[in-house]
């Protein structure tokens, strides 16, 4: 199986600052509404209303290259602006929802996930607190992360929910194990790459990621399965695996000092 999946985050009008979520990526992955307006557009461009689908009724594909759409973190302009983006182009989104930041400033309340929710888009797991490096968390933690998630948004939709995606990127099989055993069928991950595999009965898919200087084009270029963004994205992040597992805590360091002089990018 294989599906495309293109990974968001905050959508802000300009000049306005994403809401303080206290993690370490805040403000380079959010996009001003006329920024994400034209990556909708490119998409929609490259492959009109049909080929955008959501996971929980695509569970199950085989020959189709589906394409999801996700947005991670649960700010408040998924409700204020993203959905409405996507519902007159007729698509539906999936949106992750951090839930020790719901009803904080800046991020939906139960209301607005409720709605979503009628709506038809996908309201999943984005853990209960975004910790930093998910993969470093000892089992009893990614279980919490997990179940105490999924249960705050399951009692706010009264049905279950069984998507999620992880936060930070720190993705490990211990963390798909995880998920599995909290009842999570469907786990995006960062991970740069069509290929979907299975984990204890858990789907786990990666994601191509948008960042605030990603032209519009890319995304209609990786929604349209053309190869060379989707290679790029995953080079860099095969190059970028062991100076993390090396660098721990310091990687963030250097990183936040190379993105100051322009030179690094990606996750």
């Known amino acids: 199986m294989r599906a495309i999946s293109i990974g968001y985050h905050d959508i802000v009008d300009e000049g306005q600052r994403p809401p303080n979520d206290g993690s370490r990526h805040s403000g380079r992955y959010k996009l001003d509404r006329g ?9 929609w461009r490259s ?3 049909a080929s955008v689908h959501v996971i929980d009724r695509a569970r199950r594909w085989q020959g189709e290259v589906p394409l999801f759409l996700t947005f991670d973190d ?9 959905a409405g983006e996507l519902e007159q ?3 539906r989104g ?10 904080r400033p800046g991020f939906l309340d139960p209301r607005q996930i409720r709605e979503l929710h009628a ?17 470093k968390l000892s089992w009893e933690e990614l279980l919490k992360e997990w179940k105490e998630s999924c249960a705050i948004l ?8 069984v998507t999620a995606s992880v936060a930070d990127g720190y993705y490990s099989r211990k963390v798909g194990k995880a998920a599995a055993a909290a009842g999570i069928q469907v786990l995006f991950t960062s991970e740069p790459s069509a290929k979907v595999s299975n984990v204890d009965g858990c789907l786990i898919l990666g994601r191509y990621s948008i960042q605030s200087h990603t032209p519009a084009s890319v995304s209609g270029a990786i929604a349209a399965r053309n ?30 000092l190379l993105l100051s002089r322009g030179i690094a990018s990606g996750n």
């Open 94 to 103: 999936h949106f992750f929802v951090t839930t020790d930041w719901t009803a």
């Open 35 to 43: 920024h994400f307006r034209a990556h909708i557009d490119s998409i």
């Open 89 to 91: 182009r007729g698509w």
């Open 119 to 135: 709506r038809g888009h996908v309201i999943g797991s984005h853990s209960c607190s975004h910790p930093a490096r998910m993969s």
């Open 47 to 49: 492959v009109g209303h």
């Open 154 to 161: 399951s009692d706010i939709l009264q049905e279950p929910v």
């Open 74 to 82: 649960g700010a408040v302009s998924s409700y204020t602006c993203v």
């Open 227 to 256: 190869r060379w963004p989707r290679l790029r994205q995953a080079i860099l992040w095969q190059a970028k695996k062991p100076v993390k597992a090396l660098a721990g805590e310091s990687y963030f360091t250097i990183r936040r």
